[in-house]
């Protein structure tokens, strides 16, 4: 499983791709991306079954990231992740088209193993 993980916080990373290491996942093949622009440029480049990405990016914030992406490659599952406590938000992302929503909390990296897990 090829994933594109778009994250400028190198500890919120660090702390996803050791999770998704020590996982019952079989051969998971993370790429980073820390800002929008490069994202889309590996995109262009590789072919990814799962993109992750956090809302807010130096190059891109609230929706923007999520819906760029999603227009563009409406055909590959996006996880979307946030520190925002607004309200509706997962609603209102999934209701755009994302696969799944997750917070950023003390768990967070656990749900992010649970959904690839389970589809």
């Excluded at 994933?3 to 660090?14: K, T």
């Excluded at 950023?104 to 656990?110: Q, S």
């Amino acid at each position: 499983m090829n994933i594109l993980i778009i994250e400028d916080n190198d500890l919120d990373f660090n702390l996803i791709k050791l999770k998704f290491k020590y996982s019952n996942l079989d051969k998971i093949k993370v790429e980073r991306a820390t800002l929008l622009q490069d994202a889309l440029k590996k995109l262009i480049n590789n072919q990814y079954d799962v993109i992750i990405t956090d809302m807010n990016l130096p190059d891109s914030t609230n929706n923007e990231t999520f819906e760029i992406i999603y227009k563009l490659y409406p055909h590959i599952p996006i996880i979307v992740m946030t520190s925002s406590l607004e309200a509706n938000l997962p609603r209102r992302i999934i209701g755009l088209g994302a696969k799944d929503f997750v917070y950023k909390d003390l768990n967070y990296a656990e749900f992010l193993s649970d959904i690839l897990k389970n589809g």
